[in-house]
């Protein structure tokens, strides 16, 4: 009873934010106004807090631009924490565009939708992202291209960090930045969280929304790290594959720091 109790003034809450700022983000989309970057950032503070989602930052993000981050990926609950650490764009297929929920609010962030099936396409789509990253937006690439069970790095596509390569002769320095970040699911309700609970956040691409949504609303309390490891700078000569083998690496190392818990300082 106190759960749901919890979960409905959380609601209430969430609820009263979106009908303040919604308005606003909207007439921004439509005249591109600069708050449109950073009003989702409001927004999904707000939500992480009456979700109980208490996020630790580790390392720094780079200050340098274009910048690309690369995370792993187990969970709907990464584009809120990383919203809430930083003003983001993110890089999601192009099926997330129609899902519940989770598709307006990410048409409301202005994310780029990619359609990975069509190669022909994939030219404008990264020439876009490229463009987005030139003019100083923050881009978030999930290089894994699909959840995983919060435990592990999936195999990471090279051809997904196409975008940093078109996006090299548009930066000033010629060079574009791309920074590795591990998001790991460490506690809950103040316990460290091990196998047998980090399904609780992870929704791997075989679990239904609505289950998993009220199951997680239901339990609340999570703690999150979020790592910023090395970065890698992309220029015309950087070869597409050992950028992806280095970053998979470093989001690796660093996510099973986080994991095991170990000093992440």
Known sequence: MIAWLRVALAAIVIVIASIVLMPWQLLALRFDWRMRRWLPRVWHRIVCFCLGIRVRVHGKMETHRPLMLCANHSSWMDIMVLSSIADVAFIAKIEVRDWPIFGALS??????????????????????????????????????????????????????????????????????????????????HGLPTGRYHRPLTSWPGDVEMFPHLKDMLRCGAFEVDVCFGEAVRYGPETKRKDVSATIAQRIRTMLGAALRGRDLD
């Open 107 to 188: 048409k409301l962030q202005k994310s780029v939708f990619v359609v990975r099936e069509e190669k022909r396409k994939t030219g404008n789509q990264a020439s876009e992202i490229a463009a987005r990253m030139a003019d100083g937006e923050i881009v978030v690439l999930f290089p894994e291209g699909t959840t995983s069970d919060g435990n592990r790095l999936l195999d990471v596509k090279s051809s997904l960090f196409g975008a940093a390569a078109m996006a090299v002769p548009a930066s000033p320095t010629g060079v574009v930045t791309v920074q590795p970040v591990a998001i790991a699911y460490t506690g809950v």
